[in-house]
């Protein structure tokens, strides 16, 4: 073995050389985690890396704690016995950590008054006249300590109860922007002997989300907010439960510092950039109270883009040497103070749900709240988006429940606080009815909402005339938003079949339409009655029927009766339609009032038969298509007919020229000839999504 042969001499370089390959890799972490700027591709970086997995696995006493190679989830090291299959250790409680200097806690204002009082007390104590403060944000996530010997992550400990928190080395060395081991810059400070540094750990705010999304799709309870998250993600016994959520850090303060001094905050904070520990760059210096008064409104704007969340503001005074004048109270010192943003999530209880109808049909629940001022701002009524949200979050009216308000978004009820239940709540029903107009509501398999799927429906008439007169639908050139308001408003047209009454002395009499005006809408409205019958398809707004669908099924059916008497088997039938869009269909045409404003369009006028199919783009020309496997939705014929209808051509064999060849259940050989030669391979929905028909 090479480790006998080698003797001595060999131990020695191999030592110098791990000592020089962490060096390098602290440095990329650094610049990698830190600064955000490597300046080696990944491929570089794991080279040096394994180089050092390599030497430590051969000499395993040249193995120090702080090796990079010691995180959490860094190439485990098949010597050690942390191999793949080999039993983990069996996790036992955190451990108790003292803190050498007690961790304080910071009294909070919430007003520009109370700046100005601060500050006064300030200048009384001090004698200072304008004094300086750094002004940081209030990062909000849980406070933990970390402690370094000699340059080496020795500790790291939660807050607790400022005196003696948990012990969590293991879980925060899991964060990648944590030094295991300090640098020294050059002209930078010297690395103390002992360092206790103080920070925020959290969650940024797109690493919750995506952590909550796993959550929900393997049907764990969701995280109310980003702290908790990052409490529970640190506060484990698990590091490998740590490793999965991408903890982030923030340092902005020192208890005991052994060898070194700062005369101002700021100069420590420096140094422990310099240090290689991340510090944030929002940080700023600034003086008096008109400083502060606008440091917090700055940061208050900028609040809703930060990749973070802060709940406020900290000003410290910035000349060391003035706290020990200023002193602490028991639990915060007397030099700093935070500055608290106003809350944005509120628990109050929700008396009940509300079923509401939108343009489009939607019927969306909304959660009656007893009132509660959320960042000033009162709150009675929150969105509950739609019956899967509603599933997820398991409401119940006569539930506590966590409300939110985050900048112009609607306020939205985040969870129900299942532990404030008391038995008595309900679980709320989706109403069979819709409550605008008495119609019976529908829901498709696949599809979050609740519908209303009344044409006639009040609460919908405006966008479903709208819809209408669209430009992929009937194209009523000037029946836009404004004037479709106006003529339901003052009950001219109550449902679609009123628009072909309409006079242009009517329609004059809106809000801004002059005669010509009126006389070219009301034109306009003739007009439309001449349109195809995949305007017309388009143009009642059915679920699923988007402009291609229209066209299929009018090239299909040819007549608007026939569409109306298809049966759901013809409709799934058609090739591209299948059975849910067929469903929708078939439910639209039987709804009785759907079928009675059919009738009067048509006795209005309305011609929308034939098989003419207007295509808006030319997309497939010049493109050539191969299909190999069955597909379900077509046969091979009327696959290749879609395609030349939209100016496609197919082939049989596959070629370089191929544009793409689509698969089906049980590909041939054709499959293969494509991947050889890089040509594009789609499956039937990206079929179906070049046809427009999804
Ligand atoms: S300084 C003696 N600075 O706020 C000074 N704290 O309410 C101790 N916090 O426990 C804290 N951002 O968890 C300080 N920039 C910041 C902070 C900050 C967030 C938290 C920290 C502390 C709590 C005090």
Redesign the pocket.
């Given at each position: 073995m090479s480790k006998m042969s080698g003797g001595k001499a060999s131990l020695e370089k191999a030592r110098n050389r791990a000592e020089e390959l962490r060096q390098e890799i602290n440095e990329h972490n650094y610049r990698y985690y830190v600064l955000d700027s490597p300046i080696v591709s990944d491929a570089e970086y794991d080279a040096v890396m394994l180089e050092l997995v390599g030497i430590e696995e051969e000499y395993p006493e040249l193995v120090t704690p702080d090796s990079p190679t010691q995180r959490v989830g860094a190439p485990k090291l098949v010597s050690f016995g942390l191999s793949m299959g080999t039993p983990q250790p069996i996790p036992t409680p955190l451990q108790a950590a003292k803190h050498r200097t007690p961790?304080?806690?910071?009294d909070?204002i919430f007003t520009d008054e109370q700046i100005a009082a601060w500050v006064k007390m300030i200048q009384r104590t001090t004698e200072v006249e304008e004094p300086e403060f750094t002004a940081?944000?209030?990062?909000?996530?849980?406070?933990v300590e970390l402690v370094y010997e000699d340059g080496a992550l020795a500790l790291a400990a939660t807050?607790g109860d400022g005196y003696t928190g948990e012990e969590v080395t293991a879980n925060v060395k899991t964060i990648k922007q944590v030094p295991l081991r300090l640098r020294k810059e050059e002209g930078g400070a010297e690395v103390p002997s002992l360092l206790e540094v103080?920070g925020?750990v959290y969650l940024r705010i797109a690493d919750f989300q995506a952590i909550n999304r796993e959550r929900e799709k393997n049907g764990e309870p969701v995280f109310a907010n980003p702290r908790n998250a990052a409490a529970g993600s640190l506060r484990q016994l698990d590091s490998r439960i740590t490793r999965s959520r991408p903890l982030s850090i923030?340092l902005?303060?020192v208890g005991v510092a052994e060898g070194a001094e700062f005369a101002t905050q700021w100069d420590m904070l420096t140094a422990l950039r310099g240090w290689g520990l991340p510090v944030?760059e929002l940080?700023k210096l600034v003086t008096g109270e008109a400083g502060l008064v606008a440091y917090h409104a700055d940061l208050q704007e900028k609040r809703d883009t930060l990749p973070f969340e802060?709940d406020g503001v900290?000003y410290?005074v910035n000349d060391r040497s003035l706290h020990d004048a200023l002193g602490s109270r028991t639990r915060?010192?007397r030099w700093?103070v935070?500055h608290k943003f106003p809350p944005r999530q509120q628990t109050t209880k929700l008396n009940d749900i509300l079923w509401s109808v939108g343009r489009t049909g939607v019927v969306t629940p909304v959660a009656m709240l007893e009132p509660v001022n959320i960042g000033g701002v009162t709150v009675s009524r929150a969105t509950l988006h739609n019956l899967d949200e509603l599933d997820r979050k398991d409401v119940r009216i006569g539930d506590w429940v966590l409300v939110q308000r985050a900048g112009d978004v609607i306020p939205q009820v985040v969870m129900a606080i299942a532990e404030r239940r008391t038995g008595d709540e309900k679980k709320p029903e989706p109403p069979h009815e819709c409550p605008a107009c008495k119609a019976e509501t529908v829901r498709y398999e696949g599809d979050p909402f609740l519908r209303c799927p009344n044409l006639d429906c009040p609460a919908q008439i405006k966008g479903r005339i709208e819809h209408y007169a669209s430009k992929l639908g009937m194209d009523i050139d000037g029946l836009g938003e404004k004037i479709v308001d106006q003529l339901v408003e003052t009950g001219r047209v109550e449902r679609l079949p009123d628009l072909y009454d309409l006079t242009a002395e009517q329609v004059q009499e809106m809000e801004r339409m002059g005669p010509k005006s009126a006389q070219n809408l009301v034109g306009a409205i003739e007009g439309s009655k001449k349109a195809s019958l995949q305007r017309f398809l388009y143009s009642l707004g059915i679920i699923h029927v988007g402009e291609g669908i229209a066209g299929v099924l009018a090239r299909h059916f040819k007549s608007l009766r026939r569409v109306m008497d298809a049966t759901d088997g013809d409709l799934a039938r058609v090739a591209g339609v299948g059975p849910e869009i067929g469903r929708a269909v078939y439910d639209f045409f039987h709804e009785p009032q759907n079928r009675q404003t059919v009738e009067d369009l048509v006795s209005k006028g309305l011609e929308v038969e034939g098989a003419e199919v207007e295509r808006t783009s030319d997309e497939l020309a010049g493109k050539t298509f191969v299909f190999t496997g069955g597909l379900a939705g077509f046969t091979r014929e009327e696959a290749g007919k879609l395609v030349e209808e939209m100016g496609g051509t197919t082939t049989d064999s596959v070629s370089k020229k191929t544009s793409y060849v689509v698969v089906g259940s049980d590909p041939g050989s054709k499959l293969r000839k494509a991947e050889g030669l890089g040509v594009t391979v789609i499956d039937e929905e990206g079929f179906k999504e070049l046809l427009g028909l999804e």
């Open positions: 961790m304080l806690s910071l909070t940081e944000p209030k990062f909000d996530g849980l406070s807050r103080r925020e923030w902005y303060d944030c940080n802060i900290v410290k915060s010192p700093a935070a």
